[in-house]
Nanobody, 120 residues
Framework: QVQLVESGGGLVQPGGSLRLSCAAS????????MGWYRQAPGKQRELVAA???????NYADSVKGRFTISRENAKNTVYLQMNSLKPEDAVVYYC??????????????WGQGTQVTVSS
């Protein structure tokens, strides 16, 4: 079984920073793309940032210049460094990963979500 476990969410003041982490575990053979999404109540989940296995990243326009995605392949972990946080960034963040398992199956897995709150 493959699991993605997120951590790092919490409360921060406007202009502050948070770093989210997402670690994949289980029978993993390899991981292709990894990414972060977010979802506000009543709205569709949207892409925040994604990164390929080779380290190429892309970002939503709303977070460019403020957020940085990175990954540590040896730890099967993806990070999201969030700086200059705004009240509109205060939603639930989900990570995902395109994983080839030890049974040679391939699927996209999701984390459970972590809440980010931006408030003074």
């Amino acid at each position: 079984q493959v699991q993605l476990v997120e951590s790092g969410g919490g409360l921060v003041q406007p202009g502050g920073s948070l770093r989210l982490s997402c670690a994949a575990s289980g029978m993993i053979s390899s991981i292709h793309g990894m990414g972060w999404y977010r979802q506000a109540p009543g709205k569709q989940r949207e892409l925040v940032a994604a990164i390929t296995s080779g380290g190429m990243a892309n970002y939503a326009d709303s977070v460019k210049g403020r957020f940085t995605i990175s990954r540590e392949n040896a730890k099967n972990t993806v990070y999201l460094q969030m700086n200059s946080l705004k009240p509109e960034d205060a939603v639930v963040y989900y990570c995902n990963a395109d994983i080839v398992t030890g049974w040679a199956t391939r699927a996209v897995y999701w984390g459970q979500g972590t809440q980010v709150t931006v408030s003074s």
